[in-house]
């Protein structure tokens, strides 16, 4: 057992675990976010890669209106503000949002709990313990 087990946030105020935790939990469904962001990335190219083969498929059936239409206007689209495409979106989340967050949430461990992760969590285990055995 290691010494965050022996003595998870003993010298912390509740609140000041419960802030820790939301922090963390904060952290963690921005983690979920970012998952979220990477498949809309990887859909909206998968997207993109069937509409380039409908433009040509278009195309070789007569139908260059239509294939003019997806190689001039979607194509070279992005997917917000038209210039940006889900890449960029993706990349300034993990380097703007997702850093800073994080950042703040490494500051309050350790100004608060000397860097320790999971706190809440750890205290939790050890009443569970407790409870089951006794001693």
């Known amino acids: 057992m290691d010494s965050d087990d022996e003595r998870p946030g003993d010298d912390l105020t509740e609140r000041e675990v419960e802030a820790l ?11 979920r976010a970012h998952g979220k962001l990477v498949a809309f990335h990887h859909n909206t190219g998968h997207a993109m890669e069937h509409l380039e083969s409908a433009e040509a498929l278009l195309r070789e059936s007569g139908h260059t209106d239509l294939a003019d239409e997806i190689r ?8 917000v503000d038209e210039d940006r495409w889900s890449y960029d979106v993706l990349a300034s989340f993990e380097r703007d949002f997702m850093a800073d967050v994080s ?3 490494d500051r309050a461990r350790g100004d608060l709990a000397d860097g320790r992760h999971h706190v809440a969590e750890r205290r939790q285990k050890r009443e569970w313990k407790h409870d089951a055995d006794p001693e």
């Open 72 to 79: 001039d206007s979607h194509l070279p689209r992005g997917v």
């Open 21 to 31: 935790h939301e922090v963390e939990l904060g952290v963690e469904w921005l983690r």
């Open 103 to 105: 950042g703040v949430a």
